[in-house]
């Protein structure tokens, strides 16, 4: 009797890398995200580039592997509104509020959403949650702000990190610092995310609940299954 294979979390973020095809509106600039579900979509993308006038990305990451595959990447203040943002998830609820900031690019990737009419999330079915907070919070700081923020999210009862690269703080695209913040349960994504983006210091919080997802194409066992938000 021959048995199903699971598939690997790397398989389904090939599968939903290439179902998101689908949103890509031909003749249009499309806006990119960033991270390992992402690169599966960029590399489905690079096999319509003509049908495609380019991308506008979220990342140098990005930028250098979409350019690599010979896709025009824009500056997004040449854009004035996409009709799309396909991104990755590091959490993301049943109302479509996220988690991002895994691999550091949430200020850009955040830009990126807000000019963009739909939001894609793309992802493995390990990201769906009931409550946002179990991975930790990416937060974009100034580095004179750090230990204050540190301060101000243990108040909220976070234990705030900075971030490492190679033993030194990470530095991001931006020239800034990240933070990364454990023991919080966000239930309130939307009120979380105001507050915490009005505290001196902080660049972007990494709750995406103003710029939330439309659609997420979710890679299960039985393949992709699209929710609505
Ligand atoms: C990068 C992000 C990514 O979308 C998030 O970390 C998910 O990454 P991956 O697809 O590698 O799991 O927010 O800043």
């Not at 979390?9 to 290439?18: A, I, N, S």
Request: a neutral charge; glycine letters at 10%.
């Amino acid at each position: 009797m021959s048995q199903k294979r699971t598939m690997t979390q790397d398989e389904l973020k090939t599968l939903v890398g290439q179902a998101a095809l689908q949103y890509v509106v031909p003749g249009e600039i499309v806006g990119v995200g960033t991270g390992s579900t992402v690169n599966k979509f960029i590399d489905a993308l690079a096999t319509m580039k003509d049908r495609i006038k380019g991308a506008v990305s979220s990342s140098e990451a990005s930028t250098k592997r979409l350019t690599a595959l010979g896709i025009t990447v824009f500056d997004s203040n040449e854009v004035a509104e996409l009709s799309v943002y396909i991104d990755g998830a590091d959490e993301i609820d049943a109302r479509g509020y996220m988690i991002k900031g895994g691999g550091a690019a949430l200020t850009r990737e955040k830009i990126v959403a807000a000019q963009s009419r739909q939001f894609v999330c793309i992802a493995d079915e390990s990201k769906l949650v009931p409550t946002l907070g179990k991975f930790p919070l990416p937060v974009e700081v100034i580095p004179m702000a750090t230990q204050r923020l540190i301060r101000q999210f243990a108040t909220l009862g976070g234990r705030a990190t900075v971030r490492l690269a190679d033993g030194q703080p990470l530095v991001t695209d931006n020239g800034q610092h990240l933070l990364d913040v454990t023991g919080l349960q966000i239930s309130d994504p939307l009120a979380f995310e105001s507050q915490v983006n009005q505290w001196p210091g902080v660049v972007t919080v990494g709750v995406f609940a103003h710029q939330k997802a439309h659609v997420c194409l979710l890679g299960t066992a039985g393949g992709v299954k699209t929710l609505k938000f």
